[in-house]
């Protein structure tokens, strides 16, 4: 039997619920596109994804699903003794590739839609209806003949009905793409799950489109995984080829995306379990973003940012290593701070309070996120800081500390005298904290 105790103990549940609520609350309303490909579909651990998705649609998430169906079209090929003919990238679908195709397609949602069905598994939504919705959303043309190959059934998307995949979505229901499209005199084409995803996220203006992939992941030189990476940065990989050439497709497709009007782009390991929700409800998430806007900034603070400076600095405050400081305070002090934003949450701050009849001025409050300490973050708010007093006319800058003296005399700051401060801040002086003066010629 659970305890009190252990309920108290669980903390880590608590702090994940905390900083998901944002999130929870932010893409009520939202439409995401994910994509996958029939290799997660054929994993062990696809009915934990189809559970996860389920429950995107119970937090009110419009949700539409691009599923892919290679193995199952392989293995059905193998079953007849055929295979799938691939030149210069593009496969060939004939006539016998072509019923595969059908089959694997049309199984494939038949299982994703039986999954649905059985709503949030061992949770109060167990059974719950969740509709699920498909069709002929997908207009495609031929791809033709290109070099004298004949790519037969192969085709690529003309149009999405977006007037009709809202339709449903207003409906309450979760959207089903297979990777089929139909031509306006009947035909059916063989469509790639990435291209149908993109193209369906574009003509919906979706908030997210999220690729769980079957890449490992969008790596640097250093082998460390890219978090996020704006257009301009995700471009220059492409350039470089440094990573497969899986990777570097859904990194094409994540840029057209972004270029034509998707907010957020994710790149996510579908190997991980729970990562899907791990992407989209933790600050940092476990996949590459790609993003046309500013993901994190330094700016200028507002009255707004008041509660999150608070969060911030009320640990620290109590710890001893900061100043008190009321919400009252905070709020007649805005205008000196400057804080770090990350995507939509601050995790950084300081502050400047300028002497300009001595051009000196104070450097206080600067704090970091304990996520992000070590990062350098917090030589980025002080450069900024620093360019900021010199913009304003102002020499030096000193700070006040009782726990960062050591990181202050490493970026420059020498030791200096009560008796060096403006007159205004010795009178203020807290004899009780004893903090020591550094100063910095800027």
Known sequence: MTTIDEFKSDTPFVSWFRQSAPYIHAFRGCTFVIAFDGAAVASSEFPSLIHDIALLNSLDIRTVLVHGARPQIETRLAERGATLEYINGLRITNDE???CVKEAAGSVRVEIE???????????????????????????????????????????????????????????????????????????????????????????????????????????????????????????????????????????HAIHACQQGVKRTHLIDRSVDGGLLQELFTRDGIGTLITAGIYEKIRLATIDDVGGIFELIEPLENEGVLVRRSREQLELEIG???????????????????????????????????????????????????????????????????????????????????????????????????????????
């Open 114 to 252: 039986a999954l649905l069905s059985m709503g949030v598994a061992n949770s109060p939504m167990s059974g719950a209806r969740i509709r699920v919705a498909s069709g002929n959303f997908v207009a495609a043309k031929p791809v033709g003949v290109r070099g004298g190959i004949d790519y037969c059934h192969t085709g690529e998307v003309r149009r999405i009905d977006a007037d009709g995949i809202r339709q449903r979505l207003d409906d309450d229901a979760i959207v089903l793409l297979s990777p089929l499209g139909y031509s306006p005199t009947g035909e059916i084409f063989n469509l790639t799950t990435n291209e149908i995803a993109t193209a369906a996220a574009i003509a919906l203006k979706a908030d997210k489109l999220l690729f769980l992939t079957e890449a490992e992941g969008i790596y640097d030189l250093g082998q460390q995984l890219l978090r996020e990476l704006s257009i301009e940065a995700a471009q220059q990989l492409l350039t470089r080829h440094q990573s497969s050439e899986l990777e570097l497709q859904y990194l094409r």
């Open 97 to 99: 590739a072509l019923i």
């Open 336 to 442: 000196n701070f400057t804080v770090a934003e990350r995507d939509g949450t601050i995790i950084g701050c300081a502050a400047l309070y300028p002497f300009k009849s001595d051009r000196i001025g104070e450097l206080a409050c600067l704090a970091i996120h304990p996520t992000y300490r070590n990062t350098g973050r917090g030589d980025e708010l002080l450069a900024t800081l620093e360019k900021h007093a010199k913009q304003s006319g102002i020499d030096r800058l000193f700070i006040l500390t009782t726990h960062t003296s050591q990181w202050f005399q490493e970026r420059g700051y020498e030791p200096a005298t009560l008796e060096s401060l403006p007159m205004e801040k010795q009178v203020l002086y807290n004899y009780q904290r004893k903090s020591k003066a550094f100063i910095k010629t800027l």
